[in-house]
């Protein structure tokens, strides 16, 4: 199944339409922090949820430091912040799924476990990321407060094979490494019933990207290695199948489509700053190249366009004037 762009409505609803004939987007809940590159955390999520298809009902959990090199520091919002955001959203909207990403902190972790407590019918999506950056007790602490609190309400756990592998096989003794499905035994020791792996090598600069459970593996799919290195793959990836989910998919079906649009994201990624690339989660949205061809065109040759009115000529338009950007005191 190839990842298809959400349908642009060729008009705008008529104002006497009642909203419950209207197709609407499925609401998905994204728990993460905010990252002020763009590159992961909550803006990742809302632009994939986005870009999907889905309405993103986005809940704060702290402010990440970085750019798009390094992270310097985090600072996690209080647990009855995050509560009060999240109860406040599920009171008033029907969310079909929740996409966990950093809490920020094991009192965090233990808020959202006790809040999705309450709404059991709703599938949570989780995904670890690499917190190797995180230095000091605090990160065991973390990582042993997913475990206890939300990992038995999980019902798929998306991380990278060596994120994965470390944490929940930290003894692994074997000469030969962990599969999917040996991490995917370690989750189900903890109830998780699927695990999505990601960036498992291969040979020949391939990397596979398997779903599986303590049974089988459901699907995988292979994908050439991307010359560069990303920030905010696993943030697009788990956003997306959550947003899949909640529009109704299979679990195998949107596994494939959400790992096939993380491929283009990636194929499409562009580095704005000194550090790592970022996937662009609305490749589907740029321009056609022909577009982009005809406007560098005519930026190289301007006299070939209609010269502009004088401004003089143009009254300004009633209410919108634009006033000063000055201060006074």
Not at 83 to 104: M, N
Not at 300 to 320: D, M
Request: charged residues 15%.
């Amino acid at each position: 199944m190839a990842f298809q762009p959400p349908a642009v409505p060729t008009a705008p609803p008529s104002p006497d339409t009642p909203s419950a004939t209207l197709a609407q987007p499925m609401c998905v809940m994204c728990f993460n922090a905010i990252d002020p590159s763009g590159a992961g955390g909550l803006t990742a999520d809302i632009t994939t949820i986005a870009s999907v298809g889905g309405h993103p009902v986005a809940v704060a959990t702290g402010v990440i430091v970085r750019d798009t090199s390094h992270v310097f520091s985090h600072t996690a919002m209080d647990d009855e912040l995050v509560t009060d955001q999240a109860r406040t959203a599920l009171e008033d909207i029907p969310v079909r799924a929740i996409k966990l990403g950093f809490a920020g902190s094991p009192s965090n972790l233990a808020a959202i476990a006790e809040l999705a407590s309450d709404y059991p019918d709703i599938p949570i999506i989780s995904y670890m990321p690499d917190l190797s950056w995180w230095q000091g007790d605090g990160l065991e602490e973390y990582l042993d407060a997913f475990q206890a609190l939300v990992m038995p309400q999980t019902s798929v756990l998306v991380g990278n094979y060596g994120t994965l592998s470390r944490w929940l096989l930290p003894d692994w003794s074997h000469s030969r490494p962990p599969t999917a499905r040996d991490i995917a035994k370690a989750a189900e020791a903890r109830d998780v019933p699927f695990v999505l792996v990601t960036g498992i090598p291969l040979p020949e600069q391939h990397l596979d990207n398997v779903l599986a459970s303590t049974e089988t593996v459901i699907g995988s799919s292979k994908f050439e290695l991307f010359d560069g290195s990303f920030h905010g793959a696993g943030d697009t990836l788990s956003a997306a199948l959550t947003a899949l989910l909640a529009a109704g998919n299979e679990l195998g079906a949107a596994a494939q489509e959400a790992l096939e649009y993380l491929d283009h994201s990636l194929g499409a990624g562009f580095r704005p700053g000194m550090g790592q690339l970022i996937p662009d989660r609305m490749f589907w949205a740029q321009p056609e190249e022909g577009t982009v061809a005809a406007a560098a065109e005519a930026e190289a040759a301007p006299e070939a366009q209609p010269a502009a009115p004088e401004a003089e000529n143009q009254p300004p338009l009633e209410g919108f004037v634009m006033p000063l950007h000055d201060t006074k005191h």
